[in-house]
């Protein structure tokens, strides 16, 4: 997967100027994807996903992790917080993500787990 945040890694590599300092960039350089001398099967990164500034979900390769906070009003309505919640999904199977699966992988959800806690961000408001 590549975006727009990767643009400046990348043409920082190309012409060999340095990146900003004191700055934590989000993208990476993609040069050697664009000319070919990346592996055809790289390693999946994981990408976190946020609301306001807190982490709420990870993903990695096909999989999911979700931490739904009690004070979360997102898909709620106002005043009636959502319950807290803890989901697993597995995107390859449930692009929807409507099977919570937590329950049936618990190795995947302590894997991912790891990486919601190693956000670097805030994980409550």
């Known amino acids: 997967m590549m975006s727009n945040l990767d643009v400046l890694p990348t043409l920082a590599n190309w012409t060999g100027a340095p990146l900003p300092k004191g ?14 001398k990346a592996p055809k099967h790289p390693e ?15 993903r990695l390769g096909d999989w999911k992790y979700r931490e739904v906070k ?14 807290a919640k803890t989901e697993l999904f597995n995107l390859a199977y449930d692009p929807s993500e409507r099977t919570n699966v ?5 190795e995947m959800a302590q894997k991912l787990k790891a990486l919601f ?3 670097p961000g805030m994980k409550e408001n």
């Open 23 to 36: 700055r934590t960039l989000d993208g990476q350089s993609i040069a050697d994807v664009l000319t070919g």
């Open 70 to 83: 009690a004070n979360n009003n997102v898909g709620g309505v106002a005043g009636s917080p959502l319950p």
């Open 117 to 119: 806690d190693q956000y």
């Open 102 to 106: 937590i329950k049936e992988y618990p």
């Open 44 to 58: 999946h990164k994981p990408i976190y996903y946020y609301n306001n500034s807190v982490c709420e979900a990870v």
